[in-house]
Nanobody, 118 residues
């Protein structure tokens, strides 16, 4: 079955950096739009960044200039480089893959915890 496996989360001090990775298997990765979502305790899951199959990127305002989403289609992997991390970035980060072909094909990873704390 399709798998999205995130890695790279952890504990980091404010101002630090982390790079999340999401490796996909059993999908035509290059055709999918990819995204990173996050969910903080007691809050709804929110979209953080997206990258289309063509490489167009978008970010929520709170991470613009600090986070960078990228993809390597040869490795079936999407990344989220997170710099200048803040305590409010603390959340479980989820990888998402979406493809529209008359119907919607959507897959989620299991999530990786990011904690920003001194």
């Amino acid at each position: 079955q399709v798998q999205l496996v995130e890695s790279g989360g952890g504990l980091v001090q404010p101002g630090g950096s982390l790079r999340l990775s999401c490796a996909a298997s059993r999908i035509n990765f290059s055709a999918y739009d990819m995204a990173w979502y996050r969910q903080a305790p007691g809050k709804q899951r929110e979209l953080v960044a997206t990258i289309t199959s063509g490489g167009t990127t978008n970010y929520i305002d709170s991470v613009k200039g600090r986070f960078t989403i990228s993809r390597d289609n040869a490795k079936n992997t999407v990344y989220l480089q997170m710099n200048s991390l803040k305590p409010e970035d603390t959340a479980v980060y989820f990888c998402n893959a979406v493809l529209w072909r008359l119907t919607k094909f959507e897959y989620w990873g299991q999530g990786t915890q990011v904690t920003v704390s001194s």
